[in-house]
């Protein structure tokens, strides 16, 4: 199927995003949104991308017969796939995981400083204990 590139800039428009913003969106480069506007073909990956972004169903990017595209365009939300949730947001699939990774080393880290204190303030209570005692004193804390 050859995807329709007035269907695109169609929604696009509608959505008032420019080519830069769905490029982002659907995690494609502007030079592809362009071309396809312009009347390039698309590959699979591309047009679920698209279809991802807007969320519509990839046969409603197609050339089909106008009623047919409507009615794929103007389903629920619920039934647009996994995508809608990221697409909705703003978020491809690069950021997603790039927040993830951060939020790991953010935990990690925190972890890390967690340990440490723990350990140094042990380290400190048992120096105490062990000067308090050599000094002779019958009052140290155990």
């Known amino acids: 199927m050859e995807i329709d ?3 695109i800039r169609r929604l696009r ?9 769905l490029a982002e969106i659907a995690g494609l480069s502007v030079r ?12 699979l990956e591309t047009r ?8 519509v169903a990839p046969a409603a ?6 009623d047919e595209a409507r009615a794929i365009s103007e ?5 647009r796939g ?6 909705r947001r703003g978020l491809d699939a690069r950021r997603y995981r790039a927040a ?30 062990q000067a308090c005692i050599e000094q002779g004193r019958t009052d140290c804390a155990v």
């Not at 592809?32 to 590959?43: K, L, M």
């Not at 990017?61 to 106008?66: E, S, Y």
């Not at 996994?82 to 697409?87: F, N």
């Open 5 to 7: 590139p007035t269907e």
């Open 13 to 21: 428009e509608l959505h008032a995003w420019s080519q830069e913003r």
């Open 32 to 43: 592809t949104v362009q071309r396809i506007e312009r009347g390039g073909g698309a590959s």
């Open 48 to 55: 679920m991308a698209l279809a991802a972004a807007f969320e």
């Open 61 to 66: 990017l197609c050339h089909a017969a106008p």
């Open 75 to 79: 389903t629920r939300p619920s039934d």
């Open 82 to 87: 996994p995508y809608t949730l990221r697409a």
């Open 100 to 129: 993830m990774v951060l939020a790991a080393v953010l935990i990690v880290f925190g972890l890390f400083l967690l340990f440490g204190y723990l350990v140094g303030r042990d380290i400190a209570l048992k120096e105490r204990r």
